[in-house]
């Protein structure tokens, strides 16, 4: 089985709706990432979290919010997707020690009409 | 925005070809990573690189960390289908923004049996 796992693998939604993007690990680690990714952009940091209690914004924060409810559990949502926000969406996980090697779930392909 | 500017944008080889591509930035990093990404699949770290000047290799993969730790370097020798994919830098700085990566744009790499 998959040591990172997203849901749902693949999304299309309309403009205005509130949608949640899901991500379990059973890594162990910490800290936990949400990353979109754009053709020419490689990947950029949407949010992050070291621990249960704690969330930070990356770059690239605005419209979106995240939940993390449990050590292996990160949620990503879009309150109220718009057209631009149609891209790639990776989840990752690191440890707290060697946390430059992140470990990258599959991706959830997001298409907002 | 992004810090990383990742050259070339694409690149089309045959089969027997070595291949190499690189990561500049106006910012000091203390780890330079490299990951390639399989199509439809999240990225996946090749190699690592912890000190100014050090050189890995992983295989037929070789990556160096520039000495002005403002850049790094991969090549590929001898490709072979496989190794079709998009390659990414990714950059970590020291102090509050440990554990996270900043990453380069990807390289596409497509090649010709």
């Known amino acids: 089985d998959a040591d990172v796992t997203q849901t749902p693998r693949n999304r299309i939604t309309k403009t205005g709706k509130r949608i949640m993007l899901e991500c379990s690990q059973t890594k162990g680690h910490d800290r936990m990432y949400w990353y979109r990714q754009d053709p020419g952009l490689g990947l950029r940091l949407i949010y992050y979290?070291?621990?249960?209690?704690?969330?930070n914004k990356g770059e690239i924060s605005d419209g979106y919010s995240v939940s993390r409810q449990a050590q292996a559990k990160f949620s990503l949502s879009l309150e109220s997707a718009i057209p631009n926000q149609t891209a790639l969406y990776f989840c990752a996980t690191s440890a707290e020690r060697g946390g430059e090697t992140q470990y990258f779930g599959p991706g959830t392909r997001l298409l907002v009409l | 925005g992004q810090q990383l500017n990742q050259s070339p944008q694409s690149m089309f080889i045959q089969e027997g070809e070595d291949v190499s591509m690189n990561c500049t930035s106006s910012s000091i990093f203390n780890t330079w990573l490299w990951y390639k990404q399989d199509p439809g699949e999240g990225p996946v770290l090749l190699i690592a690189?912890?000190?100014?000047?050090e050189l890995t290799s992983n295989g037929r993969l070789t990556a160096q960390f520039g000495i002005t730790r403002k850049d790094s370097f991969l090549n590929i020798s001898a490709s072979i289908p496989s190794d079709v994919g998009i390659y990414f830098c990714a950059g970590r700085r020291g102090g509050t923004s440990y554990g996270k990566l900043t990453f380069g744009q990807g390289t596409i790499l497509t090649v010709h049996p």
């Open positions: 979290s070291f621990d249960v209690k704690d969330i």
């Open positions: 690189l912890y000190k100014a000047g």
